[in-house]
């Protein structure tokens, strides 16, 4: 089956840019998706379709895909903004939906 | 707004079974492609089953498949998992889902049915 890969962690003081990447075969030929999970809480969607933002969601969020790594980028980032990220993908090969392992991303 | 309520959740032993309830109301429900997604106490999430609008294409994860079986009912409004020969590793909350449009992507969530396999 198809696998992702993320860090499990990231750092980022408030106001700086956190980079979350998402790794697998190709992934840049096929839409990646990520989510947003808050302790507690059930998953948000935050970005799709690679780079497209929901209703709702700031801008500062925004997403790329290319090659081997898809990225989320969180601008001028906030308290707020710590949680795990999730990305995820469609194995159209497995015909199944796959979910990274998680980032964690912590504000100094 | 849309909401999903999941329900149905509990403590059942090893061996045994439980079905899943996903309630959910603000939008026509037969229309979408619906999910289960599941998260392991302190885990990941991972994926389990989707079932198109109209039941044509059922797709299950490795870990559940012949065991779990995701079923709808539209004039219900509702969706279902039934988990059979349960596992302690089937252990976590069940999160049912909605796939937006044509992409893939989850864009609404249920707040989750924690199920737990002990004896």
């Known amino acids: 089956s198809y696998v992702l890969t993320q860090a499990p962690s990231v750092s980022v003081v408030p106001g700086k840019t956190a980079r979350i990447t998402c790794g697998g075969n190709d992934i840049g030929r096929i839409s990646v998706h990520w989510y947003q999970q808050k302790s507690g809480q059930a998953p948000v969607l935050v970005v799709y379709?690679?780079?497209d933002r929901p209703a709702g969601v700031p801008e500062r969020f925004s997403g790329s895909n290319s090659g081997n790594t898809a990225t989320l980028t969180i601008s001028r980032v906030e308290a707020g903004d710590e949680a795990d990220y999730y990305c995820?993908?469609?194995?159209?090969?497995?015909?199944?939906?796959?979910f990274g392992p998680g980032t964690k991303v912590t504000v100094l | 707004q849309v909401h999903l309520v999941e329900s149905g959740g509990g403590v059942v032993q090893p061996g045994r079974s439980l079905r899943l309830s996903c309630a959910s109301s603000g939008f026509t429900f037969g229309d979408y492609v619906m999910h289960w997604v599941r998260q392991a106490p302190g885990k990941g999430l991972e994926w389990v089953a989707l079932i198109w609008h109209d039941e044509s294409n059922i797709f299950y994860a490795d870990s559940v498949k012949g065991r779990f079986t995701i079923s709808r009912d539209n004039s219900k409004n509702t969706l279902f998992l039934q988990m059979n020969s349960l596992r302690a590793e089937d252990t976590a909350v069940y999160y049912c889902?909605?796939?937006?449009?044509?992409?893939?992507?989850?864009?609404?969530w249920g707040q989750g049915a924690l199920v737990t396999v002990s004896s």
């Open positions: 889902a909605r796939e937006e449009g044509g992409t893939t992507s989850l864009d609404y």
């Open positions: 379709g690679d780079s």
């Open positions: 995820q993908v469609w194995d159209n090969t497995n015909l199944q939906s796959v």
